[in-house]
Antibody, heavy 125, light 107 residues
């Protein structure tokens, strides 16, 4: 079974650092992009960025560039999302998701499947 | 960035109803459109990819259509487990963007 399992909920203070994880299993971790998606309380889904664990090629949404760092350790099939200095506005649920690329007539298509269960990050003084 | 809009933002329906949700892109995205279902406290789940292809394991009462800028997700006969929020997402260009969601609740 293809699965992404994320690290547990975190409660942090403003200014603290944090690194959350997303471990893949059941597929070749180095062959698929892994994306991160933010969902603020009661809001919709925002794509933050993506990483290709095979060579650590990383792309960021302009909205999140410089605010977070995405990385991966292919030896343990794990992707990471980290902050150097958290703000209260970083309070949200964070999901990782595998970007699946179609083949044949869907060659240029891609979609997110599966998703991790989410990591709730709460930043409060 | 390509902007995605959805209508309605919410709807109330009964079990057995036919439900249609519309998604519109700010520019043509061909068929690069995916649909996800999210239940409260859960991660999104892929329903439809490439505008009209049903993801494996998803019930056949779900269907998608459209191309260019206008797309629809249809639930042919709403079931109790379908009450959720539905999001469209374009994969035509980076960054991929999501619609604001349509919440389907019980009438």
């Amino acid at each position: 079974e293809v699965q992404l399992v994320q690290s547990g909920a975190e409660v942090k203070k403003p200014g603290e650092s944090l690194k959350i994880s997303c471990k893949g299993s059941g597929y070749s971790f180095t062959s698929y992009w892994i994306g991160w998606v933010r969902q603020m309380p009661g809001k919709g889904l925002e794509w933050m960025g993506i990483i290709y664990p095979g060579d650590s090629d990383t792309r960021y949404s302009p909205s999140f560039q410089g605010q977070v760092t995405i990385s991966a350790d292919k030896s343990i099939s794990t992707a990471y999302l980290q902050w150097s200095s958290l703000k209260a506005s970083d309070t949200a649920m964070y999901y990782c998701a595998r970007q699946f690329h179609g083949s044949g007539s869907y060659y240029n298509q891609n979609w997110f499947d599966p998703w991790g269960q989410g990591t709730l990050v709460t930043v409060s003084s | 960035d390509i902007q995605m809009t959805q209508s309605p933002s919410s709807l109330s329906a009964s079990v057995g109803d036919r439900v249609t949700i519309t998604c519109r892109a700010s520019q043509s995205i061909s068929s690069y459109l995916n649909w996800y279902q999210q239940k409260p406290g859960k991660a999104p789940k892929l329903l439809i990819y490439a505008a009209s292809s049903l993801q494996s394991g998803v019930p056949s009462r779900f269907s998608g259509s459209g191309s260019g800028t206008d797309f629809t997700l249809t639930i042919s006969s709403l079931q109790p487990e379908d009450f959720a929020t539905y999001y469209c997402q374009q994969s035509y260009s980076t960054p991929p963007t999501f619609g604001p969601g349509t919440k389907v609740d019980i009438k």
